[in-house]
């Protein structure tokens, strides 16, 4: 099995990360087409190189996030239309879809509350409350729409009953 993350997880994507989740206050604000062509560019770089070959080898492929999360904050939260980034979404990523998708299901408010003391505060977790809500409804709408290759896990939860929660549902499809 192989972990890997997105935005990143290849040289090429870990820079357009650095890119895309820059915090800077003296830069004008990055145009939303802008930063889903990055998030798009880093997708087609790390499916090329990462995802691809490890299916092609058999391996499972766990991976912080995909195509969901780029329909959730670039549709949802920056209003850019849907049907045009499933299209370019599938371009990026050679057709690939996942086969269980984990949505870690918390409140608004107490996820922003979660970022206090952390270390990295990047570009998108400073975004109004209203993005956020935009964003969490969009991934509420993809459950909904496919709701047989979600887990829904409460993230209000400890994490050890978290993580045991992810850990059934990933033997229950390996079986």
Do not use: W
């Amino acid at each position: 099995m192989i972990q890997t993350r997105e935005p990143g997880g290849t040289p090429l994507g870990e820079t357009i990360r650095g890119l895309i989740l820059k915090v800077g206050a003296d830069e004008a604000p990055m145009a939303p087409k802008t930063e889903l062509f990055l998030y798009l560019a880093s997708r087609a770089q790390h499916v090329a190189e990462v995802i691809l070959p490890a299916l092609n080898k058999g391996q499972i492929v766990l991976c912080d996030r995909f195509s969901d999360a780029t329909l959730a904050y670039q549709g949802d939260g920056r209003g850019l239309p849907k049907e045009m980034i499933t299209e370019m979404t599938r371009f990026a990523s050679s057709g690939l879809e996942p086969d269980l998708t984990f949505f870690l299901n918390l409140d608004v408010k107490s996820g922003l509350a979660r970022l206090k003391g952390r270390d990295e505060i990047n570009r998108m977790d400073q975004e109004t409350l209203d993005f956020h809500e935009a964003v969490n409804e969009g991934y509420h709408g993809l459950v909904k729409a496919d709701p047989k290759r979600f887990a829904v896990i409460d993230a209000s939860d400890p994490i050890q009953a978290i993580a045991l929660k992810i850990q059934e549902r990933v033997d229950a499809v390996l079986r």
